[in-house]
């Protein structure tokens, strides 16, 4: 096992990306759980997505942190991308703007690196409905607000990607690749899966390297009330079956979907069964309305590839 030291307290930046003044009392919760993690981080960046207004009130209330501008295009790639450029730790671990990191979340989530063929890490992430939670809603399908789902390992194991919002990673095999993919990833209502692109990307640049998922580095992620609705959750679904065709039609000989493909002929499978058993002991209720949002979401799944499918095919030189 190739060994590399990590430096506790001078080697790793946490970044954070942020866009909305309406998620300001979110920000400050998240800039405060990276600040006091043991051991800290050698430093704390914010990267504002084109907002001067959430910039200069950054600044003022935050004095002592460094406090970037997006320098490309609207959207969570570029201003990750931002905040690496400018940092000049080995290592650089990111969070979102609506979350809040539990206490030993960064000391978890860099030990794996004393592996020298780690090239990133991620963690779990338990989502903090702002609303009761639907009856409806499967946890097989938690990832549609962000939070990790059942069928996830609670052991140290290799992943094919860890999730952008809980996310380290070293700086050289990132820079090799060029970070985040411009232009693809989650920008206003638009969601695609920039995270996942970047890791296997990460891996395929440097023969035997690997993530890891380390359940031990928790995060807590808000779930907004209109998260909490079936319209989202529909097209939360519609937007993940497009996004993942579109990032294969950019990775090519790349391409990954084994870990959708064991999703889908594993974990739905069970779930189904697992509700219908519930259903029929309880006399129906939530197992039934979890069905049908199952069969919903990946009818929702299906139908996003399939459309975005037959867009590449009638339009395979469009971008």
């Keep these: 096992m190739n060994r590399a030291r990590v430096t506790r307290e001078a080697d790793i930046a946490v970044v954070i990306a942020c866009h909305d003044e309406g998620r300001w009392d979110s920000l400050i919760g998240t800039i405060s759980s990276a600040q006091s993690q043991d051991p800290a981080p050698a430093e704390v960046v914010v990267v504002v997505d084109h907002n001067p207004t959430l910039m200069e009130r950054l600044k003022t209330y935050h004095p002592e942190l460094t406090v970037l501008e997006n320098q490309y295009e609207r959207g969570a790639s570029g201003t990750r991308n931002t905040g690496v450029e400018f940092c000049s730790q080995s290592?650089?671990?990111?969070?979102?703007?609506d979350v809040v990191a539990h206490e030993g979340w960064l000391e978890h989530l860099i030990e794996p690196f004393a592996d020298g063929s780690v090239v990133g890490t991620g963690g779990r992430v338990d989502p903090v409905w702002q609303v009761?939670?639907?009856?409806?809603?499967?946890?097989e399908f938690l990832f549609v607000?962000?939070?990790?789902?059942?069928?996830?390992s609670e052991e140290n194991h290799v992943v094919r990607n860890v999730w952008s919002e809980n996310m380290a990673v070293r700086r050289e095999s990132f820079e090799r690749v060029k970070g985040f993919?411009?232009?693809?990833?989650?920008?206003?209502?638009q969601c695609r899966p920039e995270d996942t692109d970047l890791c296997i990307r990460m891996q395929a640049a440097s023969p035997g390297a690997h993530f890891v998922y380390v359940p031990d580095a928790v995060i807590?992620?808000?779930?907004?009330?209109?998260?909490?609705?079936f319209g989202y959750f529909l097209v939360r679904c519609y937007s993940e079956g497009r996004g993942k065709v579109e990032m294969s039609k950019h990775l090519r000989k790349d391409r990954d979907l084994t870990a959708e493909s064991d999703w889908f002929r594993r974990s739905v499978p069970a779930a189904i069964q697992k509700h219908l058993a519930g259903s029929m002991r309880s006399g129906g209720g939530a197992d039934v309305l979890q069905v049908g949002a199952i069969g919903s979401g990946v009818v929702a799944a299906g139908l996003g590839a399939a459309i975005t499918l037959g867009r590449i095919f009638l339009h395979p030189q469009r971008p």
């Design 91 to 97: 290592l650089v671990a990111f969070l979102d703007d």
């Design 132 to 139: 009761a939670r639907p009856p409806w809603f499967p946890d």
């Design 181 to 189: 993919r411009l232009a693809f990833g989650k920008v206003g209502d």
């Design 145 to 152: 607000v962000g939070a990790s789902f059942v069928g996830v």
């Design 220 to 229: 807590s992620h808000l779930v907004p009330p209109r998260r909490a609705t």
